[in-house]
């Protein structure tokens, strides 16, 4: 079992920056491939990044190609997302979720293990 508690979240204007931080415990973290989705109301959930358990690769939705980082910290089970230049239709709760996984076809993976989400509101 692994657990996944985010932060971060919060409430930005238009154009501003927030970092998100995923903490995880329960298993040897850096056999897990990590990634970031979010739900906006009304709208189905979808993956926003990836990375793979080494850090090597990564996935990005292309919405935020370019505004925003996934970024992994093995030493300290913690996985990041860091997200410049928002948008208001960035405003979503936003979920970490991990799947035990050495590979690198990250794009389409379907996670075992969610967090509870954080809420991220931007503002015009």
């Known amino acids: 079992q692994v657990q996944l508690v985010e932060s971060g979240g919060g409430l930005v204007q238009a154009g501003g920056s927030l970092r998100l931080s995923c903490a995880a415990s329960g298993r040897t973290f850096s056999n897990y491939a990590m990634g970031w989705s979010r739900q906006a109301p009304g709208k189905e959930r979808e993956s926003v990044a990836a990375?793979?358990?080494?850090?090597?690769?990564?996935y990005y939705q292309d919405s935020v190609k370019g505004r925003f980082t996934i970024s992994r910290d093995n030493a300290n089970n913690t996985v990041y997302l860091q997200m410049n230049s928002l948008k208001p239709e960035d405003t979503a709760v936003y979920y970490c979720a991990a799947r035990y996984y050495l590979g690198r076809a990250i794009r389409d993976i379907e996670y075992d293990y969610w967090g509870q989400g954080t809420q991220v509101t931007v503002s015009s």
């Open positions: 990375i793979s358990f080494n850090g090597v690769y990564t």
